[in-house]
């Protein structure tokens, strides 16, 4: 029997309607009249002086203007930062030196996109090839060509955190293991483009935006890269999003439209096709180099672990390199190790700029940690799983402190494995591995144990950059209720798929004893809205989840103020039940809705005298724990939940042709109190398939001449309905201390563990071969060769 | 990602076509477009006229034509997959084309498009290639008709005169005990191949092998036969142990390279591992059919 | 210009939306004489005198869903909704020819369409159960609502 009413059952999410329809609004339905389009003149060299001339492009039919870098700086401020680094400043288009083969150096708009394209060809850049570096480790080296001339070398962050008595703990082990892996640089590459359309009014001086964008802060960037007072940029919310899984920041598209509709007093919109999405647009990902040692004992208990995070961010950096800051609120993983040296290494090199992706750095951070406790237990001749059930946090741990500073709030670990294992067993699986083994085929057992930090937070900004003295981090919701009796709720950013109106609808109806789906939910702009920060860090749960829960609080609360004054009894004898307010004592005494709505609207003479009239709440919520910078030595509170997953994958591999076929997949999830199982269920399914596509196909690979050469989806490989097999999903709830109805976040949940377990069953096939893979994506034909190549020497 | 300007033509005829072909350089054919359009998307291919002769029905038939199976150049693909004479007389067609794009590829596409435009990872050239299959194709001067192993003469380029038209491909059917094979291997299933391979076999009353074809395809540019393997194995009982050694002495022939999807070494490996796989199942079910 | 460019930008038809533009994804999936196909690999002077259905050609009426677009809200076969017209569609055209398919028919027909968002399952749990109402009902599903504006 569940606790709530409608919370964790298994409603439908009530924004599924206008999508099975058609009737979604994405960025490239909102059209103007007189709207204009922008096609991209892009650099084909990976670094290069540029020249451009626009003469013959102005001059071709239909063209309203050529825009160069120049121009455009001239007229706007540089994109944010992140980091604390001025000589590196970041804007839409190339201004005087191109860093990326397919950065942007010149923007043409025409009346049609087709003319914009033929009037790009026309655009004549001279380009003057400069020395250019695609290597991170070549990148460090002091002796590399600096991406940024003025900023000195490639570094852009180097920092080293030590947390607790690393050497000490090092040298009280008897065993010591060291382990290079690489993430590739992958994205979560939604199938909607990054599109955004902006349209200035010059009679109220408004700038009316409507995007494809999931990015905190959105509207504020806009308007200090364009010099505008916030109060001067509308950005519709909206729109909606065809995923985004973290990467749809927008903001040079946005800043690139919003100048030209001002210039130009036309709309102006900008939908990237998928080659200016590919190579220069916010569709790539971490490219990451890690180095971890770990110190342990003869169980396999590991006491202490060193990582190195080197990060290749590409030709510039915006929000992506705090990708290694969010890492640290869980960089023990969920394991016990009493203390951790961590060094983030971000570096420039001349590639695509690298954005933020689902997770923000966790699930390459767990790839190797995980890969880690595998070779920790190999090399002890240990079970795999035993090991970490040594090593994981007990739940009479809770709550746990790990060295970098961060609480977790709860958990059960040891009962999650428990519970897929009595789904299947342990023993179960090993056999069926080894019966694909005595087939002829290699297999393996891949298992996973990864957290997913959630709620949000940006106390990796402080972290990383002393001079942003950021801690709060809100989200708010708004409820009216009208003279009709009917309620609308509002939510203050746009989604891509979460199901976020269904989430208002269920916390609000929860609290108020009502059908959630009578509740409208509605998004108005930024102007009209109160604060929030996005969709990101899997937060909307616990955040928009907790405004709207304590919104309708206030609501429910004003009302028994409403009818315990009108019934003439103290509050704490007015009882509150589905829309209506009795007196505990005689309960036919009562006030319904209707009845306390009337009041509130109309009968001033009837209300409280301290009591507003009308029914209209609202509440701006901070983080829970949050509010606090980091100390000194860089201890901080990340993220105030932690989400659970335990992965188990058979899999097997075509000895010759490398092909890997998924056999089997588990997964137990723990995020708490579940809102809604559907919304869930999709969110792990997706993210497993994510970290499919991450282990197994998808790379943004570069030549060595810095070309792109995965620029279209033929190469660019991602799991279809082939690729991705069923999945047993077992679920645990550890509910969260700190949030309103105990819920976690799921927003990440499959991606932060898959490609994980997939790298551990690929590296169980091949122990017995003696090989181990360390990196991804892991091909198919470069494992055959490796397989081969093993085969050949033996 | 929007094609440079062009004129469109829709020819009533083939003479017409061919005719508007020979007056304009850049003009080009285009059928089901499924890899013409993407071409012209990316400003790869810049036609300056399009002459669609997707709607002459003249070019789009299945039919027994003596000893063989003719297909108009225009027949859709889902067409040739569904057609029983297809699945009835040119089994390896049949069986490969499920496995040509996707279902909505192959709703458009046309055997002439995916063979004009000789990728050499197109399953339909390495069923030609195999079969023997005679191409016959028409500009404004003649007819003329081309083998399949003449037709493609590197990626994405073949015999066919610029100004010419495809307008029928004929396979020969084989009499007897038939078997056949396919495999191919891709990053998933639909892709582009990696490799590729497909054999056709015919038994005699007696179990030996009478004819033999084995074609690889998509690992190096134009679809190749493993000729060796076939005269090793023609006239003899096959075994698993010489199909492995026929395929395996005459894999090392063929000149794979490399990509950024996989080595030449991997090419030749999965090649022949392919052929042989394909091999054997083209023995297995000679074994256990019913003549043709 | 494509069909797709077509339907969405001159007949306000944008239900069927641009992914890659290139044949890969599925996105712009519509069906023309019923059958699925990719309305960014033709040209809309190519599409002259068929019968094309879109998405919006799917619904009974204003406000109600056909029974597969019901299953797809049943079972949660979406989240962003970018790829699903075209996923309908494409299990549409499936349901036409095959009203009782195998999970492994339902994975084939959608394997042409990518979806980043759900991993798939719920998509071909929706397929399934549409398939399964559909036969209880005995009504065919091609009887559903086609053609253009």
């Known amino acids: 029997m569940s606790r709530f009413r409608f919370v964790s059952s298994d409603r439908r999410v009530r924004e599924d309607r206008r999508f099975v329809v058609g009737k979604g609004r994405f960025a490239a339905d909102v059209m103007p009249s007189g709207t204009h389009h922008v096609a991209l003149v892009t650099s084909p060299h990976p670094a290069a002086r540029i020249v451009v001339d626009k003469r013959a492009a102005l001059a071709m039919p239909g063209v309203a203007y050529v825009l160069d870098g120049r121009e455009l700086a001239a007229a706007t401020q540089p994109l944010a930062a992140g980091l604390d680094t001025p000589q590196v400043p970041r804007r839409p288009l190339a201004v005087d030196v191109a860093r990326y083969a397919g950065e942007w150096v010149a923007a043409v708009v025409a009346d049609t996109r087709a003319r914009a394209e033929d009037a790009a060809e026309h655009v004549q850049v001279i380009y003057d090839p400069l020395p250019f570096v695609l290597d991170a480790e070549e990148a460090l080296a002091p002796t590399s060509p600096p991406v940024h001339a003025e900023h000195g070398s490639n570094v852009l962050l180097d920092r080293t955190f030590v947390w607790g008595d690393v050497e000490g703990d090092f040298a009280a082990s008897p065993h010591r293991l060291a382990l290079r892996v690489k993430w590739g640089r992958s994205s979560t590459v939604p199938i909607e483009t990054f599109g955004v359309v902006a349209s200035w009014d010059p009679w109220r001086e408004l700038l009316d935006v409507w995007a494809s964008i999931q990015m905190p802060k959105f509207p504020d960037q806009l308007a200090a890269a364009l010099r505008l007072p916030g109060s001067s940029v509308r950005v519709h919310n909206d729109v909606d999003v065809g995923g985004s899984y973290g990467v749809k920041r927008g903001i040079k598209h946005a800043v690139l439209v919003g100048y030209l509709s001002r210039r130009l007093g036309l709309p102006v919109r900008l939908i990237e096709d998928r080659l200016e999405n590919m190579q220069g647009g916010d569709a790539h990902g971490p490219e990451r180099l890690f180095d971890v040692e770990v110190a342990f004992d003869d169980a396999g208990v590991i006491r202490s672990l060193k990582m190195q995070a080197l990060d290749n961010v590409g030709a510039y950096a915006g929000r992506s390199p705090f990708q290694l800051g969010k890492p640290v609120g869980a960089i023990v993983g969920p394991y016990r190790i009493a203390s951790v040296q961590y060094r983030a290494i971000a570096v420039t090199t001349n590639k695509t700029v690298q954005e933020a992706v689902r997770a923000f750095g966790q699930s390459p951070t767990n790839y190797a940690i995980e890969r880690t406790i595998d070779e920790v237990a190999n090399r002890l001749g240990l079970d795999r799983l035993e090991v970490r059930r040594r090593n994981l946090i007990r739940r009479d741990e809770f709550p746990y402190t790990i060295p970098s500073g961060t609480t977790y709030d709860s958990g059960d670990y040891h009962a999650v494995i428990d519970k897929v294992l009595a789904r299947t067993g342990y023993g179960e699986l090993i056999e069926a591995r080894d019966r694909l083994r005595a087939d002829g085929r290699l297999a393996g057992l891949g298992i996973a144990a990864c957290l997913e930090p959630s709620g949000g937070n940006s106390a990796f900004e402080p972290l990383l950059n002393p001079k942003n003295t950021t801690t709060t981090w809100m989200d708010s919701c708004r409820i009216s209720v009208d003279l009709s009796g009917a309620i609308t709720a509002t939510m203050h950013t746009s989604s891509s798929g979460q199901g976020h109106e269904t989430l208002v609808g269920t916390a609000i109806g929860e609290v108020l004893e009502v059908d959630p789906d009578r509740i409208r939910v509605v998004r108005p702009d930024s102007l009209e809205s109160l604060p929030s920060n996005s969709p990101v860090g899997s937060r909307m749960a616990i955040m928009l989840g907790g405004a709207a829960f304590h919104a309708a609080h206030k609501l429910k609360a004003k009302l028994i103020a409403i009818a315990a004054h009108d019934l003439g009894i103290p509050p704490d004898r007015a009882i509150y039940r589905e829309g209506g307010v009795c007196d505990a004592a005689t309960p036919e005494r009562r006030l319904g809705w209707p009845d306390l709505v009337t009041i509130a609207h109309r009968q001033f003479h009837r209300l409280p005298p301290d009591v507003e009239p009308g029914l209209s709440v609202s509440h701006v919520m901070q983080v829970p724990t949050g509010g606090t910078l980091p100390t000194a030595d860089g201890r901080v509170q990340m993220y105030p939940c932690f989400s659970f997953e335990f992965h188990l994958v058979l899999l097997a591999i075509d000895p010759e042709l490398g092909r890997t076929e998924i056999a089997r997949y588990l997964v137990g999830h723990d995020c708490g109190t579940v809102i809604n199982p559907k919304i869930v269920r999709g969110m792990t399914m997706g993210g497993i398939a994510h970290g499919i596509g991450a282990a197994l196909y998808e790379e943004f690979a570069h030549d060595e001449h810095g070309q792109l050469v995965t620029q279209t989806f033929m190469d660019y490989v991602m799991p279809s309905s082939h690729e991705v097999p069923p999945v047993e999903i077992v679920h645990h709830a550890t509910p969260s201390p700190h949030t309103v109805f105990g819920q976690k976040g799921s927003g990440e949940s499959g991606y932060l563990g898959a490609p994980a377990a997939i790298a551990s069953a690929v590296n169980d096939a091949l122990r017995p071969l003696g090989i181990s893979v360390n990196r991804t994506p892991i091909k198919m034909a470069w494992l055959s060769d490796l397989i081969a190549e093993v085969k050949a020497r033996s | 990602m929007k094609p440079a300007p062009f004129e469109y033509s829709r020819p009533a005829d083939v003479a017409e076509a061919c005719a508007t072909l020979a007056a304009d350089d850049g003009a080009r054919v285009i059928a089901g477009g499924q890899t013409l359009v993407p071409l012209m998307a990316m400003r790869v291919a810049r036609p300056t006229r399009l002459v669609d002769i997707g709607r002459i029905a003249d070019l789009a038939f299945v039919r027994q034509d003596d000893s063989a199976v003719a297909i108009g150049a225009v027949t859709r693909q889902c067409v040739i997959e569904r057609h029983p004479l297809v699945a009835a007389r040119l089994r390896l067609l049949a069986k490969v084309l499920p496995w040509v794009g996707h279902a909505a590829t192959r709703a458009r596409g046309t055997i002439g498009g995916s063979l004009a435009n000789a990728d050499p990872a197109a399953e339909l050239s390495l069923v030609a290639v195999t079969l023997d299959a005679t191409l016959s194709f028409r500009d404004a001067a003649q007819a003329a008709e081309i083998a399949a192993a003449d037709f493609f003469t590197g990626a994405m380029t073949t015999a066919l005169p610029a100004t010419a038209c495809l307008t029928a491909v004929r396979f020969p059917v084989w009499g007897g005990r038939i078997g056949t094979g396919f495999h191919e291997v891709n990053a998933r299933r639909s892709d582009f191949a990696f490799a590729a391979a497909a054999a056709q076999l015919a038994l005699d009353p007696d179990g030996t092998c009478r004819r033999l074809a084995i074609g690889v395809g998509a690992v190096t540019e134009i679809p190749v036969r493993l000729r060796r393997a076939e005269q090793a194995l023609i006239g003899t009982h096959p075994s698993a142990a010489s199909m492995r050694a026929a395929v395996h002495d005459s894999i090392g022939e063929v000149e794979t390279a490399s990509d950024l999807h996989a080595s030449a070494a991997y090419r030749t490996r999965a090649a022949g591992a392919l052929a042989l796989r394909a091999l054997i199942d083209a023995h297995e079910e000679a074994i256990t059919c019913a003549p043709n | ?149």
């Open chain 3, 1 to 149: 210009m494509t069909l797709l460019d077509c339907l969405r930008d001159n007949l306000g038809l944008t239900g069927a939306h641009a992914g890659c533009e290139h044949g890969v994804c599925g996105a712009c999936t519509i069906l023309i004489d019923g059958v699925a196909v990719r309305a960014c690999l033709m040209f809309a002077v190519q599409a002259d005198g068929v019968a094309i259905t879109t998405i919006e050609g799917l619904s009974p009426g204003p406000g109600e869903l056909s029974v597969l677009q019901d299953a797809f809200c049943e079972t949660h076969g979406l989240q962003c909704g970018y790829c699903t017209p075209a996923m309908i569609l494409a299990a549409h055209a499936l349901l036409a020819a095959n009203p009782a398919p195998t999970r492994d028919d339902i994975v084939e027909a959608i394997s042409g369409n990518i979806c980043r968002c759900t991993g798939y399952a719920q998509i071909v749990e929706a397929i399934a159960l549409a398939a399964e109402r559909m036969r209880g009902a005995n009504v065919p599903p091609e009887t559903a609502r086609g053609g253009s504006p």
